[in-house]
C-alpha cells in the first residue's frame, strides 16, 4: 500500500505478535496498533456481530487491546508517535483504554486538536482522540487516537 501510495521510501514495516515478542526499546518513530477489537464499528456491513458478542467479550478484548498497548509503548522513540485505532465505537474499547493508558504512561500524551489534519478537526469531541460513528459520518465506525512520546527531537512526521 505504500508503495501505490507512493510513500514508500524509509519506510520499514513490521508485523509480529507484541505479547511474545515486544520490539526492542525505542526502535520506531511511528507505531500503529490496529488492536483486534469487537468489529462493532462494522455491524452495518456484518450485522451477524452482534449476535455474536457478550458483554464478556468486550471486557476480555479490552484487556488484551491494553496489554497490546503497553507492550508496543517502549518500542516508541522519545518524540515519536502511536497510533491507536479499532474499529468499533465502544467507550470500553476506545476512550477507555487510552485514558488508562495516558494515566499509566506520563510520557505520552494525547495530540491537542490542531495537530490533526483540519479535515478531521470538527470529529474530535472531548476525549482523547477521534470517533467516526456509522450513523453520523456514513461510513464504518472507528476509534483513533494519536499520541506523542515526550522527550527527544520532534520527529518529522505530519498529520495524526
Known sequence: EAARLG????LVTE???LLAA???AASFDLALLDA?????GVVRRRPDLKWNKQPQDIARLAEGQSALLAAVAPAVKPGGRLLYGVC???DEEGPEIIRRFLADRADFQALPAAAWPESLRPFLKDGPGLTLWPHRHGLDGFFWASLRRSGGARSGLSGP
Not at 7 to 10: E, F, L, T
Not at 36 to 40: A, D, E, K, M, T
Open 7 to 10: 510513500c514508500a521510501a524509509g
Open 36 to 40: 483486534p477489537c469487537s468489529g462493532l
Open 15 to 17: 508485523t509480529r505478535d
Open 88 to 90: 468499533s465505537v465502544n
Open 22 to 24: 515486544p520490539p526492542p
